[in-house]
């Protein structure tokens, strides 16, 4: 067992892990924090991304210790039930989601493509995707939520 | 058209707060103190006899708490009817497919579960196998079950009209032969489930689509009354019929585990286990014979199904019956034939999958329809528009439509421009595809069928809404919320519906047969219908006015056409809950069917209780040179009678036709002596967002009389008609006929190669 220290959703922990212990593993295990999930284990499905020092990752391909000094942001930590992030907002009003297993991972990969492209065309939304897999939807409510934040934040932004 | 408040609007999802913030618990969320894990050991042979299993080094392991293989379950097994129980919950004697479950482990946490696995040594003698349907149909073929001949796991018949007069008739007859696809329903959440078992009995948090099948099971498994079963259900991870409609190894084991060691258990199957093991859809071989006019009038058809079963029966009865009993639609059809036959194989298990049984015979009947029509210079439009069936219509095996838009659907599609630019277009490699199809809504099996709904009415006006129906991502908790709260006149806010606990909720069958919204819906507006008219006899005498006098809307009651004599709703809850001594209002409803025939033997009557229809476009692009064949828009004219919140069901029918666009170009499962060569998502080519094209819904209303608010079934339909869609956009833009599914780029290329090399030559 090892120690690291790490930040997740802005709250520092200090954490007890295994070596083979991935980060997914630790989030939802000592954390408690269930939002991602395992789809694959294997970097496949995207249902486990979370950002790790502004960039999406795989967290089941991630070892905990790995993490020792960075920032996580789980799906936890984009907003809240009272204050949804705009990303959030559109899922909901668009209904891009079903049954909600992929959603955290489509969420935090759909905020992390809003910073890096704030205004992205339907193809850059299709690829910044492109690492989740989706099998109710079929994509296309997802795809017209993350259009719809991306014009709410700007026109937020404007104002 | 009465006007709603909630009903046929785009209100968002009940869960999808829950959903978007990571909330919702899934199965594998659920962690109890003192828990175990429990691992699966699994077959390295596709077919081969047990002889022995040491189990005494994996007990030794530190952490190990118990180990079982299959005799610890007493010669127990199951399946979709009395004599095709074939199933153990871990293989006893015989292991007959590659990765069966063959023993177990529960130890302190996943890692050692997972380690002492592998210490569990199982002495095998290996047999042939046979991998091939038609192999395994042969005599001398290597014997699967001992209990049937020639491997022969189901067959079922059917015979309307006269087949052999009206072949004669035809002034065309074509005979080919047809191949789909080794498909998976490909949910992301793998099996997964929490079991305790204790003095009260067996409480089972666990990722199912129809929780009362695996209560059932367990009763029967652990010999347990069924009030002593518990089954809670958490959110879904999707669904699409088979596994989570059904049992898994996990599920037994992580009970027997918990018996033994009175502690919580979990299991969590990993992906690669879900893909080498989860039931899957058949694979069909479907020799199709059909004959026309020469003005392109549908005389008869004629089909024989080989189905690839694998290696237990699972529900393959009904696959096979759906596979002919709803070929009679949507066109019509006076003489028809169909000789199915289910056949085991040492392959993982086929089951139901979303379109179940329709998409194999609906693919083959479209393209050979498709077929005839250009040798007989019709325009595929035409020929459709003229063999559509229109309501009202009974089927030659007495099936019965009540509502259809399917000419509707077709005249609107023969108005894109898609459809208008069909062969203009000067872009080589350019197709466009048209289909159609109908599937049921409400499906009817044997055995209890009925869904029920209990309305708790609160004294503050708000309602608890318990139901045995299962939302695995569909969004049926939504839809039945805007019901109750319709029929009451309550926001949805003041709905709270219940997930499914077998302790509490009334039972129901569950999740498959696009049967929810119709069968539940219909007891959710009974029961609410129930505290009104308890409710209006309370307004009733207050008035001074007949019960069905009153009006509930916009959360006031108030008498017809005095809108002055009204109150909240709120404040008659309080009146009638606190009337005399107190008083209990409690809504039941039940769906409860006609008693119209149904033939099982036969393939006559109604497998449903109404039926959807779909005509759809699609547009491919086609690289000449390399084969590579992609799908660019789509479009979907749907009937699914009243659209009763348009936003979910454009979303259903758009996974549904993404779905059926992976089974016609990309999705198979590559199978190599029994084993699974490509068991990820990945190499399985599960279609991503960067594959579909966008797919425009356009809904075409017809009101069904037996539906809720008019509500027919939507997506599976769209599952069905997609890849004959893909298939005949492939043909336009190709000019190959492709038979077998899925048609990928090699298949592409191999076929334009063939066709300039007899140009050329």
């Known amino acids: ?159 | 058209m009465e006007e709603y408040s909630v009903i046929g609007k785009p209100i968002p999802r009940v869960d999808a707060v829950e959903k978007v913030t990571g909330a919702a618990k899934f199965a594998a969320d659920f962690s109890f103190p003192g828990m175990l894990w429990c691992k699966i050991l699994r077959s390295p042979y596709a077919h081969a006899r047990i002889l022995n299993i040491d189990t005494s080094r994996a007990e030794r392991l530190p952490g190990v708490k118990a180990v079982c293989t299959g005799k610890n379950f007493n010669g127990w097994t199951w399946g979709f009817m009395p004599q095709t129980r074939d199933e153990p919950p871990l293989a006893v004697d015989k292991v007959r497919y590659m990765a069966e479950a063959v023993a177990a482990v529960a130890a302190i946490d996943e890692e050692t579960a997972e380690q002492a696995t592998e210490l569990i040594r199982v002495d095998y003698e290996e047999l042939p196998g046979v991998f091939d349907p038609e192999e395994a149909m042969k005599p001398g073929a290597p014997v699967i079950h001992d209990y049937v001949q020639n491997n022969q796991s189901w067959e079922f018949h059917m015979d309307y009209g006269d087949v052999d007069k009206a072949f004669g008739e035809s002034d065309i007859v074509r005979e080919d032969r047809f191949e789909t696809g080794k498909v998976v329903t490909g949910y992301l959440e793998p099996p997964s489930a929490v079991a305790m078992y204790d003095a009260n009995g067996i409480t089972l948090w666990g990722a199912k689509q129809s929780p009362y099948f695996v209560y059932r099971h367990l009763a029967a498994c652990f010999n347990l009354p069924l009030n002593k079963i518990r089954v809670i259900q958490p959110f879904v991870g999707a669904g699409f019929g088979g596994t989570k409609n059904d049992s898994v190894a996990g599920d037994f084991c992580s009970v027997l585990f918990s018996k033994w060691t009175g502690r919580p258990v979990k299991f969590a199957y990993s992906m690669e286990e879900v893909l080498t093991t989860a039931r899957r859809r058949h694979n069909m071989i479907v020799f199709s014979k059909m004959g026309m006019k020469k003005d392109g009038t549908l005389l008869a058809l004629q089909q024989k199904i080989i189905a690839e079963g694998g290696a237990y029966t699972a529900i393959g009865p009904l696959t096979m019956y759906l596979t002919g009993a709803m070929t009679t639609l949507p066109y019509n059809l006076p003489n028809f034939r169909h000789d199915a036959y289910r056949i085991f194989t040492n392959h993982p298990v086929s089951a139901a999958m979303r379109g179940h049984g329709v998409t194999h015979t609906r693919f083959a009947a479209e393209i050979q329809m498709d077929m005839i029509a250009e040798e007989l210079g019709i325009d595929p439009m035409d020929i459709r528009l003229k063999n559509a069936v229109k309501a009202p219509h009974e089927t030659i095996n007495g099936v019965t439509v009540k509502s259809c838009g399917l000419t509707e659907g077709l005249e609107t599609l023969r108005n894109t421009e898609s459809w208008q630019l069909r062969g203009k277009r000067a872009t080589s490699g350019r197709g466009v595809g048209l289909a159609a199809a109908s599937y049921l809504g409400g499906a009817r099996q044997l055995g209890h069928q009925s869904c029920a709904a209990l309305l708790r009415l609160c004294e503050d006006g708000t309602v608890n809404y318990l139901t045995g129906a299962t939302d695995c991502g569909q969004g049926s908790d939504t839809v039945l919320v805007q019901m109750v709260a319709e029929e009451l006149g309550i926001r949805m806010e003041d709905v709270n519906i219940k997930r499914v606990d077998t302790a509490v909720t009334p039972c129901d069958p569950g999740s498959y047969g696009s049967r929810v919204t119709i069968l539940a819906g219909a007891a959710a507006q009974k029961a609410a219908r129930d505290i009104k008219r308890q409710l209006s006899e309370f307004a009733a005498r207050e008035w001074k006015v007949q019960p069905d006098e009153l009006v509930f809307r916009g959360g006031k009651v108030f008498v017809k056409d005095h809108p002055d004599r009204s109150m909240p709703f709120s404040k008659l809850a309080k009146i009638a809950c606190y009337s005399g001594s107190g008083a209990v209002i409690l809504g039941r409803g039940y769906s409860q069917y006609g008693l119209e025939r149904y033939d099982w033997d036969k393939g006559l009557g109604n497998p449903g209780t109404s039926y959807s229809f779909t005509a759809q476009l699609a547009e491919v692009q086609v690289d000449l040179e390399t084969g590579v064949a992609r799908c660019e828009d789509t479009i979907l004219a749907h009937d699914c009678g009243r659209p009763l919140n348009p936003l979910n069901v454009h979303s259903q029918n758009q996974g549904g036709a993404v779905q059926g666009l992976g089974q016609a170009l990309y999705e198979g499962f590559i199978m190599d002596q029994g084993k699974t060569r490509n068991p990820t998502l990945t190499h399985y080519k599960m279609p991503l967002s960067t594959d579909v094209p966008r797919v425009e819904v356009i809904d075409i209303i017809t009101e069904d009389p037996d539906g809720p608010f008019g509500a027919k079934e939507a997506s599976e339909g769209c599952i069905v008609s997609t890849p004959p869609a893909v298939v005949s956009a492939l043909k336009d833009a190709t000019g190959i006929w492709f038979k077998t599914l899925p048609v990928t780029p090699e298949k592409i290329y191999w076929a334009l190669q063939e066709k300039n090399g007899t140009k050329s030559g």
């Open chain 1, 1 to 159: 067992m090892r120690q690291i220290e790490v930040t997740v959703n802005g709250k520092q922990e200090k954490i007890e892990v295994r070596p083979s212990e991935t980060l997914l593993e630790m989030i939802r295990e000592k954390l408690h924090l269930t939002g991602a999930k395992e789809g694959c284990g294997m970097g496949e499905c995207g249902a486990c991304t979370v950002i790790m020092n502004g960039v999406t990752v795989n967290s089941c391909l991630v070892l905990a210790v790995e993490a020792d000094g960075k920032s996580i942001v789980t799906v936890e930590g984009v907003g809240s039930k009272e204050k949804l992030h705009p990303v959030q907002q559109a899922f909901v009003e668009h209904s891009g989601m079903q049954c909600g297993f992929c959603t955290p991972g489509m969420i935090v990969s759909g905020t992390y493509l809003l910073k890096k492209h704030p205004q992205p065309t339907e193809q850059q939304i299709r690829e910044g995707i492109a690492g989740n897999f989706c099998r109710c939807t079929g994509y296309t409510k997802i795809i017209e939520s993350i259009g719809a934040a991306a014009g709410n934040m700007s026109e937020g932004g404007e104002s």
